[in-house]
């Protein structure tokens, strides 16, 4: 932010607050690169070490880019680790691409760098970064000059720098995207196989026995089996990274009647002020969650539910206390009026500040509202003028049109939401706003309206209804009762049965989870677990809302999945029906589809236009019975050998196969260009996942958080 602040104020360039968070995005992974003394590898990538302070820094970079764009949002325990994750997998791309960038000999050279910020044609970015606000030009020699003064100013060089090397990077990136879709070419003989495919199609019958026809107790499965079968189809079954399972009691954190009784009786102590106060914005403002008073549609309040006794009350009666969410409320009728369902209005934007940074003062933005004013009076279109003086990048492309529903008044500047629906068709005004995310002027002109509907004026006055401290001591001695009868695996499952606890399983917790599902995120109970065996039983963890008591139910490694009382059901799944096919296959033979139905008590289905995009109506997941029904091999009118499919066996005959005419030019043209764009826009993250897979990456990250 400093180097483009600095854009703004010393060299007189000015940008949006969009275009800095775009910047940002481009300097993540560089951010910190060369500053700090090395300190602790948390990884290792094809034998390349990872460092801490690199990784540190890069989640900083985008926790700064965050909070650009959301300055009032604060990341929780689950977005951080989730950011961490993506920080994580960026690195381990951008250094794999690195390495195949070096081995295919691809470069930007210093030259190419210059182009991307002064050239001809410089990067995007650039350009709108150092046009000129208010002449839409782009001086590629004034910008020169700008950023050899970056260079060299001790403040902003080195974030200059890693912004270059952002820019770097990316062209890097595209170079390597153009070189694969460069070398994507799909031959004639695949889109001549493709369009016989398409231009075949059968009639056939078939016969269905279901798996059902053979009781469960006929096919019972071993351990044995399940583990031959896994092995038998391996990549199937296997498991890229290890991981744990718990099994859990957890005593969740909520509100008593007690709790409750206080809250009400705060807001019924509240009442009689609320009623009489005359200064009703003031005294919602001293509330723990004060809401301006606002205009609710009847839509609105009928998701309240004292609606109809909200509805039907005098003005300035209070109705309430009532339960809504998560909080007990009082709502004042202040007032009743009629706004239009909706209106279409357009402007003209010119900010002075944004996200708490002054972008323009106050005298300079009135003259440049002025001046578009002045523009739009001397007949000069709103869409030109718009293009040419507006910072509402949203509306650009709209000439600057939005249209707003009623429900939507509280959620834009009061000011401009006033106007435009308490104004008539046709009226202008230059409103000046000034909220949270920006300030600055707007020159407004209503297009439309719709009809008048009904709306009250509310206030409200809430208080959320949370657990208390003897709350949270009450649901805690339970918590430390439960964990003081056990100490083993046997313990805790008696325990949690004598106590009538539910109990509950997580599965999948990997070395750097943090959210645990179903519960919430606890870094230290994962801890717990990674360092625990297998029956092992925590202490008590505070997990979201919740005091918890876990075990160790399983621990997964890399390879096979376990068998376990979670996996067994769907592992058996598989070899019951490999043993079903074959006891089907053994017990109904016959030489015609009418001789294996009537063995079996099944019915000839008939089915029309087979094709293998749409496969055999009714047996859509049934792509080896597809199959059968367009090989050419397998001879019209005999029946097919015993098919194994999805949700049965099945055996078929083809009446007849048909061949649809068509214009193989026009057809082999439109698919090369469908199948080549495809894969164009595919291939090159095909191929870093790829090399992903197949690279020697070690995550340490779980030493450090």
Do not use: C
């Amino acid at each position: 932010m400093a180097v483009i602040q600095t854009i703004r104020t010393k060299y007189a360039k000015l940008t949006t607050v969009i275009i800095v968070i775009a910047l940002l995005g481009f300097i993540l992974m560089d951010f910190g690169k060369n500053g700090g003394s090395r300190s602790t590898t948390i990884g290792k990538i094809n034998g390349s070490e990872i460092d801490y302070t690199e990784y540190d820094a890069a989640i900083q970079a985008r926790e700064a880019e965050i909070k650009q764009q959301n300055p009032n949002m604060t990341l929780n325990d689950q977005q951080q680790a989730q950011l961490r994750d993506q920080v994580w997998d960026q690195m381990v791309s951008s250094q794999l691409l690195n390495d195949i960038n070096e081995k295919l000999g691809l470069v930007v050279s210093k030259q190419e760098l210059n182009d991307l910020l002064t050239g001809p044609n410089p990067d995007p970015m650039v350009r709108e970064a150092f046009t000129d606000r208010q002449t839409g030009q782009f001086n590629p020699q004034e910008v020169s000059a700008n950023i050899q003064r970056l260079r060299k100013d001790p403040k902003m060089k080195d974030q200059w720098a890693a912004f270059e090397s952002g820019l770097e990077k990316r062209r890097y990136t595209e170079k390597f995207n153009a070189m694969v879709k460069g070398g994507i070419y799909v031959p004639k003989f695949v889109l001549q196989a493709q369009l016989n495919d398409q231009s075949e199609l059968a009639n056939v019958n078939y016969v269905k026995l279901p798996y059902t026809l053979i009781p469960d107790d006929q096919a019972k499965v071993t351990d044995a089996e399940i583990k031959a079968y896994m092995e038998k189809h391996a990549k199937v079954f296997q498991v890229n990274e290890d991981s744990r399972s718990i099994e859990y009691v957890a005593y969740k954190i909520v509100p008593s009647a007690e709790d409750s009784a206080i809250v009400l009786k705060s807001l019924e102590d509240l009442k009689s002020d609320f009623t009489n106060t005359t200064d009703v914005e003031t005294f919602i403002n001293r509330t723990e969650n004060p809401i301006p008073p606002n205009y609710y549609t009847n839509e609105q309040l009928s998701g309240l539910p004292n609606a109809e006794e909200i509805k039907n009350a005098g003005i300035n009666t209070v109705v309430g206390p009532f339960f809504d969410g998560q909080s007990f409320v009082l709502a004042r009728v202040l007032g009743r009026n009629s706004f239009p369902d909706s209106v279409k209005a357009r402007h003209i934007l010119v900010q002075t500040i944004v996200n708490g940074q002054t972008v323009l003062s106050d005298s300079a933005a009135k003259m440049r509202i002025d001046s578009a004013i002045a523009f739009i009076h001397s007949g000069v279109p709103f869409d030109s003028v718009v293009q040419r003086y507006s910072d509402d990048a949203g509306s650009k492309a709209t000439a600057g049109e939005y249209e707003f529903t009623l429900p939507q008044k509280g959620q834009i500047s009061k000011e401009f939401g006033d106007f435009i629906f308490e104004g008539s068709t046709g009226n202008t005004k230059t409103v000046k706003v000034h909220n949270d995310n920006y300030s600055g002027y707007h020159y407004v002109e209503i297009l439309k309206q719709s009809a008048p509907i009904s709306v009250t004026k509310l206030a409200f006055v809430s208080k959320s209804l949370s657990p208390t401290k003897n709350t949270y001591d009450n649901l805690y001695s339970k918590a430390t009762q439960f964990s003081a009868k056990v100490n083993n695996k046997e313990d805790f499952d008696k325990a949690a049965q004598e106590s009538g606890v539910a109990t509950a399983v997580v599965n999948g917790i990997n070395q750097n989870s943090f959210l645990l599902n179903g519960l919430g995120s606890s870094r230290d109970l994962v801890k717990w677990v990674y360092d625990a065996k297998v029956g092992d039983v925590s202490s008590i963890y505070t997990v979201g809302e919740n005091y918890v008591v876990a075990k160790v139910k399983d621990i997964q490694k890399k390879g096979l999945v376990n068998i376990t009382d979670e996996t067994r059901p769907i592992l058996s799944g598989y070899v019951m029906k490999e043993k079903k096919a074959k006891l089907l296959m053994d017990k109904y033979k016959g030489t015609s589809l009418n001789s294996i139905a009537q063995a079996a008590n099944e019915t000839v289905v008939a089915a029309d236009s087979v094709k293998f995009q749409s496969g055999i109506p009714g047996l859509e997941g049934e792509g080896r019975v597809t199959g059968y029904a367009l090989y050419k091999e397998f001879k019209e009118n005999t029946t097919s050998p015993a098919i194994q499919g999805n949700d049965g066996v099945y055996y078929l005959s083809v009446l007849n196969r048909i061949k649809l005419a068509v214009n193989p030019q026009q057809n082999l043209s439109n698919e090369r260009l469908i199948l080549e764009n495809n894969l164009k826009n595919s291939a090159a993250q095909m191929i870093i996942n790829g090399i992903k897979e197949n690279a020697d990456v070690k995550d340490q990250r779980a030493k450090i958080y």
